[in-house]
DNA sequence: TATTATATCGACATTGGTGTCGTTTTGCAA
DNA sequence: TTGCAAAACGACACCAATGTCGATATAATA
């Protein structure tokens, strides 16, 4: 009755794993790569992976999965505390950080693209799949909401309505970047004009 | 010297495999149809199939170029004839004959989409990807130019850009929509919101 | 009708990836 | 130290898909 190795080591390894998973991933899209790729990259034997990760689709997922911890933890979000300026929220939540637009893609972002529309015919992942997007809508409908009662943001357009529209927005970026260099797909500049369109809509003038 | 069959076999037969073929990628998507899948739609052999098609990335493209000549007849445009009505025939390409947002998407979209996507990393394939999006961009363009220099449209925004964001929006819309289902997207609620912006964007005051 | 070029066929060898399982190694506890 | 539970290993059997190739069937010609 004694693990050969601790806990610590176990979450340890794991995590690694899931790191050279990610940078395989990001290399060789879903459908491209192999466990073996995942082997080599992470110096594991395939036993050995097989041990943390019962396959493909489950290692995928659980990289997911801690993406949206770590986006959780990253902005624990100043949240409706920092009240009155939602659209201050609303920036940061669709560029990061600093709040203005910029050509930073994730670099996940194309595997996780191939990964919803080819397990669309899988009932397991098209619910995943659907429980993310209404998660995403919600996040955003709940700001431009809130915009919207606090009287910073004019309530002409359906909060929900706007918020699938930023999806669609985000998506279609993340989708022609995928496949094109950014200089072709203008990101920053589609950005930029994005959020004008979002300003008239929401009645918004700030000028930071 | 005597063919088996007249051409017209020959191209009648290469048609029926490339219908039976869309049907195929229709339902399983690009990367989950096998050759084999197809030679049971189209009843022809292995042996027959590749006659026709080296493998399943030629057959798709003849697919795709195929998608484009009926395109091209269907909207054999009453183009700048039309003229002074760009907004009209902005209207039709977005959204088809009638011209007005509603939920009718493209079956084969996601399948296009997974070909471009899992393809990101192949020469020849992304090549493909980027000509067909400077020409999706540059027919949006060139109307929305014409329109800006006749007077119809407002000239504040670059015509190229205002392209590339509508193809975007498709883009994303057809992304999601492949995913779930239409009432979720609000697919024509959100044509419908995107067709507005594009007033306000080119000054556009129709009612129709 | 006989001939022949070739369209069509389907069996096959090959490839590449998957998940399992018996074996070996190793870290911790006694 | 020593013993052991389980982590790590890698060979293996399996499977699904691919593209090829010699054999066969058949429509046009002579």
New binding site residues.
């Given amino acids: ?6 806990k610590e ?2 979450k340890q ?1 794991r995590a690694d794993i899931m790191e050279a998973a990610t940078s395989v991933f990001i290399e060789h899209g879903y459908e491209h ?4 790729h995942v082997m080599e990259a992470a ?10 990760f ?3 689709e489950d290692l995928f997922e659980a990289i997911l999965e801690e993406g949206i911890n770590q986006e959780a933890e990253e902005s624990d979000f100043s949240l409706e505390e920092s009240a009155s300026q939602y659209w201050t929220l609303l920036m940061k939540l669709m560029f990061g950080e600093d709040g203005s637009p910029d050509a930073n893609m994730d670099p996940l972002a194309p595997s996780k693209l191939e990964f919803f529309i080819t397990g669309r015919n899988n009932e397991r992942r098209r619910t995943y799949g659907e429980k993310r997007y209404e998660m995403g809508v919600s996040i955003y409908a709940e700001i431009i909401k809130s915009g919207q009662e606090s009287g910073e943001f004019s309530a002409r357009y359906d909060s929900e309505l706007l918020a699938k529209s930023i999806i669609t927005f985000v998506d279609g970026l993340a989708l022609d970047h995928a496949i094109l260099p950014e200089e072709k797909v203008s990101v920053k500049e589609q950005s930029e004009l994005f959020v004008d369109y979002l300003k008239m809509a929401l009645d918004v003038s700030s000028s930071s």
Avoid: D, E, F
């Fill in positions: 009755m004694s693990p050969r190795v601790s080591h176990l390894r790569t192999t466990m073996k110096n594991v034997s395939r036993g050995g992976l097989y041990q943390y019962a396959n493909k």
